[in-house]
């Protein structure tokens, strides 16, 4: 059974920082694509970042420059640093093995003062 358990989540002041981590198991991880999205209040699902297995990273132009997506292959893990928060990243933070209907449950980042 493929399971994705976010964390790292949490509320945080407009200029700080959080790391969300998103541990994997029941799937072999290192072949797989990883990525994360989010989901405000009365909006769509979005694509925040993504890693391939062999690294190469894509970001959503809102977030390039202040969030580094990365992954441990050998904690089948996947990570987002998020540096110079801002309210409107506000949002439900999601895990996902790329391209597939595996998703974490989610984790709650609040940017406010």
């Known amino acids: 059974q493929v399971q994705l358990v976010e964390s790292g989540g949490g509320l945080v002041q407009p200029g700080g920082s959080l790391r969300l981590s998103c541990i994997t198991s029941?799937?072999?991880?290192?072949?797989?694509?990883m990525a994360w999205y989010r989901q405000a209040p009365d909006k769509e699902r979005e694509l925040v970042a993504a890693?391939?297995?062999?690294?190469?990273?894509i970001y959503a132009d809102s977030v390039k420059g202040r969030f580094t997506i990365s992954r441990d292959n050998a904690k089948n893990a996947v990570y987002l640093q998020m540096n110079s928060l801002k309210p409107e990243d506000t949002a439900v933070y999601y895990c996902?093995?790329?391209?597939?209907?595996?998703w974490g449950q989610g984790t709650q980042v609040t940017v406010s003062s």
């Open positions: 890693i391939s297995t062999g690294g190469t990273t």
């Open positions: 029941g799937t072999i991880f290192g072949v797989k694509p």
């Open positions: 996902r093995i790329r391209f597939t209907a595996y």
